[in-house]
């Protein structure tokens, strides 16, 4: 499968702890993005990446949150400190250009 | 600033008639508009896409969709509804602005429910 790959499916953690996911993006895609997908709401975009350079990020991304792609391979994105809050769905999408190939997302749950 | 509005929060239809779901659009510069279909415990799946070509648009699955620019929308049409087609449907705008990020907005979703 030559897909969007993320890891892991799924996550459980108590609240104050530290998470990280990874996205393994399209080979060929220079350009990588993050979104988070609360129940019941479509995605919201946190932060876009082309290559190895973080071009922006939302302002929903607190400075609890840090994303990196080391090489312009894959990425991680890393949530400190968790809240109940930041329980949801986080997908990362990578993109040639104009359209963007969705993962199947790392589901969140912060007890 | 672009935005997508989708008009309906839930369509219900009957299986073999026909789908309409609406979505309604804002930008300030020519927008690129997709339309995203997930299934549960699936990923997020391109139905299809506009980019400034052809105004009607087709995509998988039989799905089609018509950029109508005096009227700000992009509405989703299907002939012929199959039980499954139920799923949550995106309405989305691509950042197309002087930043040209290509970062998507997201509509808020609507589900359609195929009945038999």
């Known amino acids: 499968d030559t897909g969007v790959s993320q890891d892991p499916r799924h996550k459980i953690t108590k609240r104050g702890q530290n998470v990280t996911f990874r996205c393994d993006p399209i080979s060929e895609h220079n350009r990588l993005y993050w979104y988070r997908q609360t129940l019941g709401q479509g995605p919201e975009f946190l932060t876009y990446f082309q290559n190895e350079a973080q071009l922006e990020k939302s302002r929903l991304l607190s400075d609890r949150f840090s994303a990196e792609r080391p090489k312009g391979s894959f990425s991680t994105l890393e949530i400190q400190r968790t809240e109940q809050g930041d329980s949801a769905m986080y997908l990362c999408?990578?993109?040639?250009?104009?359209?963007?190939?969705f993962g199947q997302g790392t589901r969140l749950t912060v007890v | 600033a672009q935005s997508v509005t989708q008009l309906d929060s839930h369509v219900s239809v009957s299986e073999g008639t026909p789908v309409l779901l609406r979505c309604n659009y804002s930008?300030?510069?020519?927008?690129?508009l997709f339309w995203y279909v997930q299934h549960p415990n699936k990923g997020l799946q391109l139905l299809l896409k506009y980019t400034s070509a052809a105004t009607l648009v087709k995509g998988i699955n039989g799905f089609e969709a018509e950029f109508k620019k005096s009227e700000t929308s992009f509405h989703l049409t299907k002939p012929s509804a199959h039980m499954s087609d139920a799923a949550e449907y995106f309405c989305?705008?691509?950042?197309?602005?002087?930043?040209?990020?290509?970062?998507?907005?997201f509509g808020q979703g609507t589900t359609l429910q195929v009945k038999p």
């Open positions: 989305v705008v691509s950042d197309n602005g002087s930043s040209n990020t290509g970062k998507l907005i």
């Open positions: 930008s300030s510069y020519s927008p690129s």
């Open positions: 999408a990578s993109s040639p250009l104009t359209e963007a190939f």
